[in-house]
């Protein structure tokens, strides 16, 4: 395992105390973040309890009241209440940061010692397992973190099982102990690799038999999922087929993803989504500071994103770029590819008036397939080349076979995307379309339509292009205080929850907009965030992705300044992440435009 | 301009002190950086003497001794002493953090008032030009800084006047004047786009009077050149060119480039080199995160540096990845592409056995010219495709022109790579080196070379691979610690040098294995640095490239780990540059290892 110092032996060069750390496989700001306590919300400091929030529930979260056909599919879980965490020590519950402290942030260590548990009167021990769903995000180790320190504390004796390589490792009863030893190493570091991840699901009905085996021979009194928003929907899946065979197993899920599109009134926002954008928008400024100084090249840069552009949107939000797509805008207004190329070429021109022939783009990797036209020439694509003995590599035998419409739109590709459509096809012959690059695509389709205008006198700037993805690089960076901290949380919550023996819930952190010591803890029903989505034909439950908001603070903020970028140099380059100094407590622009009109998030 | 907050208009959301700074163009790490205030050799900050260092001379840096070839280039300059700055303070000689301050790092201010100038007591008024040189690399500003606050505090009512967009903009006499107010804005900032750089080079007679010309109606006496080893080479031709005609301009270099290619017996580093590596090194630390949890892919990062692997090395000796192409070991053994390709095959297939099928492979984008057969490929195809009309799409044509070697290796190489050899050529018909994407040629490389052995029976593990590109996002990073302290120390020996009217020196920082209070401050003659070198058919002073020591210390240590690292996951994940905490005042590995044996390098 990678980041496990203890283990490393140290090869040589032991000549005194200061050895430089390539001998070991430690670096000291891994090092010193191992060490790190992430800040508590008052109430997880005292006793609590857990009670019915009172709130009234809104429906499914998106608004949407396909409340009955819902419910008819959790028969048992329906008619949940939310819950919260409510602090029952003295004076809390009007001032969570004057709390009394069970285990003070102040002198609060990493993992109570076995000698001090402070545990309710009434501890019992609990048997938890845990598994992580789906791809990377910053701070996964720390919700695992969070329920260790929950039973730590306030179970002492409990058993925390982590479920290797995803929901595949509950069906495979593929699992470790997880200790306060084991866990020293991985908290507040990147990746998934304590017990790994994976994007298996547990839906036919032996695969939920299998699960409630396994939850028995275990004797798992919880099982949290962290996921997004279909490892969540399979959650509720997995709470109601527990339910409904009598195991008393809760299940509680956890709002994982850098994408951010799992999120709703009552989910502020998905764990990763701070570090991923941060990480990205570090890069961007970089670029744009590069670009500013050669003043030669445009930089089109691909960000994570495919259902969802909320990434493309923050890193916009923190870095001011020449333009920034946003595929709902795209797919609300009903643009085709030339559309976007026609806009973009317009900022292009309108800077080379100004004798600036340089710029950034941001592209979310989701724009291929909302382009309706692209879309379509993908279909038959996957038609006519499954079908044929195509020599792809002359593809004058294969445009013979598709209809005008879309050969017009692939003679509009250039050669290379052409070639990608040809040649990546996965083993059932479709085109794979995340293979495709476009930021590669718009780059050339850019340098035609700037070609043309030059030929008619309308251009006569300049125009050179590089291209550049920022991706995985996002998924695994250390945590963020802000995802450090709202990660511990809602793992300490997701055992509060299991232990009061409650299932179908998401683990919740509410009031994010203020000090995290004054942050709300709680539990919301899975099933009251969903609604019903058509899957290839079928009508299903699902936990809707949320998507931005056309009429929301954050693309508005945008819609605002993006002319005013789009012809000057506003850059702004936000710098590398700091976990100490200035703005190392800070949250992510649309958490501070969804939750309070712009005004700065500070965690501390 | 992108990073000037105090000339930015807010926009609105003016509702009190605490308001996001999307609506500015400042972000709070910029701006807490910009109040940053390096440390300083204690040196700079009492009285001090330019003197002969009384160091025997080491012919020209690279152990050459072709000195009469390069004496007689530069018969102006050829003698000269290379010299260091000597404290007069009283004790300062003895110990140089106890020295007394004239201007104390405890108490100093970035850019001192007008109002306090502590001057020598002959101060007397300079003109100083400066320029910037090549590609960007972090500290830039910081030099600029480092010179203006040497003629702020030593000879206030001097002009420090910046050339525009490199050294074009000394024959175009474009240029603006810096003061400190507009410095405030620049300082620890990435970039060069206070003034910009360029590429262009002052060799030819003409232009070699043209700047003379300039030199002289700015009545300059000093011109600061920062930039790499080429634009070194210049600033000897420069100052020997304005010492035979009879200027009293004097011209000092100032080393700069990301590639680390730039250093000697004199020259411990190049500015940027630093930065840029930890920027890649953090993001690589993630990938390798995003790999042991994933456990699916093998990711293949290509990072900048064409003529020298350094950045490679470093950034292998900072994550320990799976494997680190070296080019000048490449280049030492003979190896050909199938050679790498096989190497690298093995690895993958030992690692599959321990049922790893994931990795992390590091190369440097100058392997392609590195790699010999690929080299003579590219010669006769830009013969070929220069004097037929080809159809480049349809390449059975093209084939038939190949002599048989080149049409194996051309054969030999995947369909997409064949297609940019084919496609990408720049106005002159030849094949863009650069353009190719080594890392996607040496993933399906692999590809190939694991599917042929898997039908042999040789290899039974799965392999998917991801390929990245970390390039420009280094180049403007903001500084680390280390280099925004290492150029505003250069800058301001240069400025000291420019005063003392030297000319023909490279500025130097030594004893950098100290802390910065105990660095020696002082200039090495250009021309000693210099060796003669074929180039296009004549001989050529230069100052060498430093290639990566096969025998040294970096790669020693490299060769020591890889076949431990090549099959464990030692992954080491460096984190994201701090500027307050632990490691924020460390150097790089390849300086700690070069300077001292491995013993880390602070230089708080």
């Known amino acids: 395992m990678g980041l496990a110092p203890a283990h490393t032996p140290v090869l040589k060069k032991q000549k005194g105390a200061a050895v430089m750390d390539i001998w070991t496989n430690d670096s000291p700001i891994a090092n010193s973040r191992r060490q790190w306590v992430p800040p508590r919300p008052a109430v997880l400091n005292g006793e609590f309890q857990v009670v019915a929030d009172g709130v009234p529930k809104s429906p499914n979260g998106s608004g949407n009241t396909c409340d009955d056909k819902v419910k008819g599919a959790f028969p048992h879980l329906q008619g949940q209440e939310p819950v919260v965490l409510k602090s029952t020590s003295a004076g809390a519950a009007l001032n969570g940061s004057s709390a009394p402290v069970l285990n003070g942030s102040a002198s609060r260590t990493n993992g109570l010692q076995a000698s001090e548990p402070k545990a309710n009167s009434s501890a019992r021990t609990l048997r938890v397992g845990i598994v992580l769903s789906g791809g990377q995000a910053p701070g996964g180790h720390n919700v695992i973190a969070g329920v260790l320190d929950y039973l730590t504390e306030r179970h002492p004796g409990s058993t925390l099982l982590g479920f290797r390589g995803g929901p595949g490792g509950i069906l495979a009863k593929d699992f470790m102990e997880i200790t306060q030893d084991k866990m020293a190493a991985f908290r507040n570091q990147g990746g998934f690799h304590m017990i790994g991840s994976g994007r298996g699901k547990i839906e036919k009905a032996e695969d939920l038999q299998k699960a409630a085996d396994v939850a028995q021979a275990l004797r798992l009194d919880g099982l949290i999922v962290c996921g997004g928003d279909d490892s969540n929907t399979n959650a509720a899946v997995l709470a109601e087929s527990f339910k409904s065979k009598g195991l008393h197993t809760g299940v509680v899920g956890v709002p994982k993803t850098i994408d951010g599109d799992l999120k709703n009134a009552q989910v502020a926002t998905s764990f990763g989504f701070d570090t991923a954008c941060k990480v990205y928008s570090e890069q961007i400024g970089n670029l744009m500071m590069d670009a500013l100084s050669a003043k030669k090249y445009y930089h089109f840069?691909?960000?994570?994103?495919?259902?969802?552009?909320?990434?493309?949107?923050?890193?916009?939000?923190?870095?001011?770029?020449?333009?920034?797509?946003?595929?709902?805008?795209?797919?609300?207004?009903?643009?085709?590819?030339?559309?976007?190329?026609?806009?973009?070429?317009?900022?292009?021109?309108?800077?080379?008036?100004?004798?600036?022939?340089?710029?950034?783009?941001?592209?979310?990797?989701?724009?291929?397939?909302?382009?309706?036209?692209?879309?379509?020439?993908?279909?038959?694509?996957?038609?006519?080349?499954?079908?044929?003995?195509?020599?792809?590599?002359?593809?004058?035998?294969?445009?013979?076979?598709?209809t005008p419409a879309n050969l017009a739109v692939f003679q509009f590709l250039p050669t290379e995307v052409r070639q990608q459509l040809l040649l990546d096809r996965d083993p059932h012959g479709n085109v794979q379309v995340a293979r495709i690059e476009t930021e590669k695509l718009l780059l050339q389709l850019l340098e035609t339509e700037l070609g043309r205008r030059a030929k008619e006198g309308a251009f006569s700037g300049k125009f050179a292009g590089l291209t550049h993805y920022f991706g995985y690089e996002g998924r695994c960076s250390m945590p963020t205080n802000f995802d450090a901290t709202y990660c511990a949380t809602l793992g300490y919550a997701a055992g509060a929850l299991v232990a009061e023996g409650k299932t179908g819930l998401m683990a919740t952190a509410s009031c994010l907009d203020r000090a995290c010591a004054d942050w709300t803890v709680g539990g919301y029903p899975l099933v009251d965030m969903m609604c019903i989505e058509r899957r290839r034909g079928k009508d299903k439950p699902v936990i809707r992705k949320a998507l931005v908001e056309l009429d929301g603070p954050v693309f508005g903020a945008y819609k605002e300044l993006r002319q005013r970028w789009a012809t000057e140099d506003a850059y702004r380059s936000p710098g590398p992440i700091q976990f100490e100094g200035p703005a190392a407590n800070a949250a992510n622009f649309t958490l501070s435009l969804e939750l309070c009109d712009g005004q700065p998030i500070n965690i501390a």
């Open 301 to 402: 840069v691909r960000l994570m994103g495919r259902a969802a552009s909320h990434i493309t949107l923050e890193c916009a939000l923190q870095t001011h770029p020449q333009a920034a797509i946003i595929c709902e805008e795209l797919h609300h207004s009903k643009q085709r590819l030339a559309d976007i190329v026609r806009e973009l070429a317009d900022i292009v021109a309108a800077r080379a008036k100004d004798g600036k022939n340089y710029g950034i783009i941001l592209l979310p990797e989701g724009l291929i397939e909302h382009v309706p036209e692209i879309g379509a020439l993908i279909q038959e694509l996957n038609e006519v080349l499954a079908d044929t003995g195509v020599d792809v590599s002359c593809h004058d035998s294969l445009v013979t076979k598709l």
